[in-house]
């Protein structure tokens, strides 16, 4: 039975789109509502896009229900995990890092049923704002980010959930930096 509330595909906006009645732009929503890079809503979105523009996959929105992050033009499905020591509230100590939601169920909307949770990506990306001062944070700073990639096969591996960044760092391939990430996924990609 079709369903009878599908969705059009989503466009990628510029920013510059006006909304009416506001007299403003969509660039004046999203300052609004994303500007704190410390916000673990928002840094998050910032280490996807980034790990989707080192890939040259953020030509597409980003699709908040996907099974992964990051789909490249050639299918390769990534998921991304980032973590900072720092928040956007007051804190007695840095935050410890754990990278949670390794695995999850795909939901299957013709039938509204989500199948087991399993590690749907071919690649993981473990992504660290490392700043440790306030005075120090610039998220948009790629050298300040540290990443650790990982096929798929040595996640699912471990069966678990969540990873501290100690077994990250056990287990995945770097830290990289940002400007060789690309070729680090590719590489964790290839068989």
């Known amino acids: 039975m079709p369903l009878p509330f599908v969705p059009p595909p989503t466009q990628l906006l510029t920013g510059s789109e006006t909304i009416p009645g506001a007299d403003c732009s969509v660039a004046a929503f999203w300052s609004w509502a994303m500007s704190d890079l410390r916000s673990n809503t928002t840094r ?14 953020d030509h597409r929105p980003r699709i908040e229900w996907d099974s992964c992050d990051v789909i490249t033009s050639k299918g390769l499905r990534v998921e991304v995990k980032s973590g ?5 509230w007051q804190q ?3 935050s410890r890092i754990i990278f949670g939601g390794l695995r999850a169920g795909i939901l299957d909307a013709s039938t509204n049923t989500t199948t087991a949770p ?14 440790l001062t306030h005075d120090d944070y610039d998220a948009l700073d790629t050298t300040a980010w540290q990443f650790w990639v990982a096929p798929r096969e040595i996640i699912a ?5 969540q990873l501290a960044l100690s ?11 940002y400007t060789d990430l690309a070729q680090a996924i590719d590489e964790a990609a290839a068989p």
């Open 44 to 57: 998050p979105l910032l280490a996807e896009f980034l790990v989707a523009r080192a890939l040259g996959a």
């Open 167 to 177: 077994r990250v760092r056990q287990l995945a391939r770097g830290p990289i930096e």
């Open 84 to 88: 900072g020591y720092l928040q956007s």
């Open 118 to 131: 399993d590690y749907n990506a071919d690649v993981y990306v473990f992504a660290l704002f490392g700043a």
């Open 157 to 161: 591996a471990t069966q678990q959930r």
């Open 92 to 94: 007695h100590s840095l």
